[in-house]
């Protein structure tokens, strides 16, 4: 069965500091991958996602990026975190008309 | 742009009631999913109505796409405290399934 993993789960950064977020998925191959941000209590943004291997679509211009080194690995960065970036970042996975999300990583910058 | 709006917002109902969270646009989607969150947690798929006019039922919960695939209606059963968390919809863009444009959530708290 397939799985996806998010990581960490919780996240206190400075204000200027780098971000490394890390999302992997397992039992399925060349799945189409996907980064949202979730305001509280409300829908999900779509930031960015992935058809293949190096591929990436942006959807918002904003402070943050996205890269997929692997067939199965996808990665959000930031070099300077903004306030602005807190939130609740969801990684999922798609297939046909379905898709799966990560536990999500909660992150706060200070 | 697609946008989804969903309403109600917010809903507080007593245990055993009846209700309907709507789900619309002006854009027509080739397919479109059903979510509940619980807090701190990612979404988790109820199901997919992929043609025009589906109705799917899962245990207390009925589904149903719009004829015209523009709309979408979760209506909820004698409804449980267990019903409670955020109701997510979303539509995969019509011109392909890459892409997935969510609602804007209905928040439900089933009081025993």
């Known amino acids: 069965s397939q799985t996806i993993h998010q990581w960490p789960a919780t996240l206190v950064q400075p204000v200027g500091s780098p971000l490394s977020l890390e999302c992997t998925v397992e039992?399925?191959?060349?799945?189409?991958l996907y980064w949202y941000r979730q305001a509280a209590g409300r829908g999900l943004q779509l930031l960015f996602y992935s058809v293949g291997i190096g591929q990436i679509s942006s959807e918002v211009p904003q402070n943050l990026s996205a890269s997929r080194p692997q067939d199965r690995q996808f990665i959000l960065s930031s070099k300077k975190l903004l306030l602005s970036d807190s939130g609740f970042y969801l990684c999922?996975?798609?297939?046909?008309?379905?898709?799966?999300f990560g536990p999500g990583t909660r992150l706060t910058v200070t | 742009t697609q946008l989804l709006e969903q309403s109600p917002q917010f809903l507080s109902i007593q245990e055993g009631e009846n209700l309907t969270v709507y789900c619309n646009s002006s854009?027509?989607?080739?397919?479109l999913q059903w979510y509940r969150q619980e807090p701190g947690e990612g979404p988790v798929l109820l199901v997919t109505v992929v043609t025009g006019g589906e109705v799917k039922k899962l245990k207390r919960l009925t589904f149903q796409f719009g004829d015209a695939r523009k709309d979408s209606s979760l209506h909820i059963t004698a409804a449980q405290p267990g019903d409670t968390g955020l109701y997510l919809c979303a539509g995969a863009g019509d011109s392909g399934t890459y892409k997935y444009i969510f609602g804007t959530g209905t928040r439900l708290k089933v009081l025993a």
């Open positions: 999922a996975w798609s297939v046909l008309n379905e898709q799966y």
């Open positions: 039992g399925t191959s060349n799945p189409n």
């Open positions: 854009s027509v989607f080739s397919s």
